[in-house]
């Protein structure tokens, strides 16, 4: 029963001025937070393991986005680091220390990890094809993801591949 739920709450007309609110709720959808002002584009909130944090994207153009954290503990929202080029979904590992996300380059997007504090930037895979929806196993061993990268002249395929936490044995 003490389960929350992170999202990005729409308000505003459809189509015209719709701001992006991040908020929690209760899983019994009482006891609705707001955590921003929607003067920005927010997107893939998740709530860290023991739930004192909270990491999502904030766009801020249309050629950079960045990583953030709440605390709530600390009432906190610090910009972690900032990207040009697309960035998805950045989840913590199990212990929290760490975040796992894809970011796009060059037409290309490969899995990254880095420290909650925004340290320690690792690109874990690297080719031509989307990389994307990362996340860590419970074990805190493995990154899970989708690729494209089965490939073939006929089929475009996204499947989910498995790999180390350091990228080796995809």
């Known amino acids: 029963f003490d389960t929350k739920l ?12 719709q701001q992006h609110t991040l908020a929690t709720m209760d899983q019994d959808g009482h006891n609705v937070r707001f ?9 893939t909130p998740q709530l860290s393991p023991d739930g004192k944090k909270m990491a999502y994207l904030q766009y801020y153009d249309n050629k950079t ?24 979904a950045p989840r913590f590992s199990f212990d929290g220390k760490k975040l796992v996300f894809s970011l796009t380059k060059n037409g290309s997007s490969a899995i990254y990890t880095m420290n909650v504090d925004g340290g320690n930037l690792m690109q874990l ?21 989708t690729s494209n990268r ?20 995809v």
């Open 6 to 17: 992170a999202f990005v709450a729409l308000k505003g007309r459809l189509y015209t001025r």
């Open 35 to 43: 955590y921003s002002d929607g003067q920005n584009l927010l997107a």
């Open 65 to 88: 986005a960045g990583v953030r954290i709440i605390d709530f503990n600390q009432k906190t929202n610090k910009g972690i680091k900032r990207f040009s080029g697309m960035s998805f």
């Open 125 to 145: 895979t690297q080719h031509k094809y989307l990389d994307t929806s990362p996340c860590f196993s419970r074990d805190g061993q493995k990154i899970i993801f």
């Open 150 to 169: 089965g490939y073939d002249d006929e089929h475009i395929t996204e499947q989910i591949y498995v790999m180390n936490v350091d990228g080796s044995d």
